[in-house]
T-cell receptor, first 112, second 110 residues
Framework: QKEVEQDPGPLSVPEGAIVSLNCTYS??????FMWYRQYSRKGPELLMY????GNKEDGRFTAQVDKSSKYISLFIRDSQPSDSATYLC????????????FGRGTQLTVWP | DGGITQSPKYLFRKEGQNVTLSCEQN?????MYWYRQDPGQGLRLIYY???????QKGDIAEGYSVSREKKESFPLTVTSAQKNPTAFYLC?????????FGPGTRLTVL
């Protein structure tokens, strides 16, 4: 079983839609949860960072973590064509020598 | 400007040749990482280094080698033993849990 699972999509929505991206993970030891955005042929960029359960909001983006069900989500409100990218979730145990585990990424297209 | 640089952006090599990909960072991060990305596969960890002169194998280390002689530099060599080297290679660094990525090198083996 992989540490983190993510539906690769693709997901295609009209401009203005609310987008929901999701991942599940297998081990309750993971404490830190991240979302990266990757445009085509570019390196991923850190979009959202959360610790433990709860919500974190940044503009049109909301990251949500439910540790009881081992489920993490990223919501995008009022989606724009510029949001078209691949979104990768990532998890970390938080230990000094730990590593990130990435989901496969979900490809999102927002059409005008 | 602080950041991570990878060079070259595109690299072409003949089958059977070793090739070295460059990764440099000026963020003063202790840890550095190499990932491989194939279409639909996400990021797969090749090697990582938490400190100078030390590194660990990731999930797909076979056919690759690394060195970490300086804090700023973490070059990756793709050897002729790597059966399917054509891919997009990403370098990252971190101080703590978040990783920051370079722009990537697209390697094509002909």
């Amino acid at each position: 079983q992989k540490e983190v699972e993510q539906d690769p999509g693709p997901l295609s929505v009209p401009e203005g839609a609310i987008v929901s991206l999701n991942c599940t993970y297998s081990n309750s030891a993971f404490q830190y949860f991240m979302w990266y955005r990757q445009y085509s042929r570019k390196g991923p960029e850190l979009l959202m960072y959360t610790y433990s359960s709860g919500n974190k909001e940044d503009g049109r983006f909301t990251a949500q973590v439910d540790k009881s069900s081992k489920y993490i989500s990223l919501f995008i409100r009022d989606s724009q064509p510029s949001d078209s990218a691949t979104y990768l979730c990532a998890i970390h145990r938080g230990s000094t020598l730990g590593r990130l585990y990435f989901g496969r990424g979900t490809q999102l297209t927002v059409w005008p | 400007d602080g950041g991570i640089t990878q060079s070259p952006k595109y690299l072409f090599r003949k089958e059977g040749q070793n090739v070295t990909l460059s990764c440099e960072q000026n963020l003063n991060h202790d840890a550095m990482y190499w990932y491989r990305q194939d279409p639909g596969q996400g990021l797969r960890l090749i090697y990582y280094s938490q400190i100078v002169n030390d590194f660990q194998k990731g999930d797909i280390a076979e056919g690759y080698s690394v060195s970490r002689e300086k804090k700023e530099s973490f070059p990756l060599t793709v050897t002729s033993a790597q059966k399917n080297p054509t891919a997009f290679y990403l370098c990252a660094s971190s101080m703590g849990t978040s990783q920051y990525f370079g722009p990537g090198t697209r390697l094509t083996v002909l």
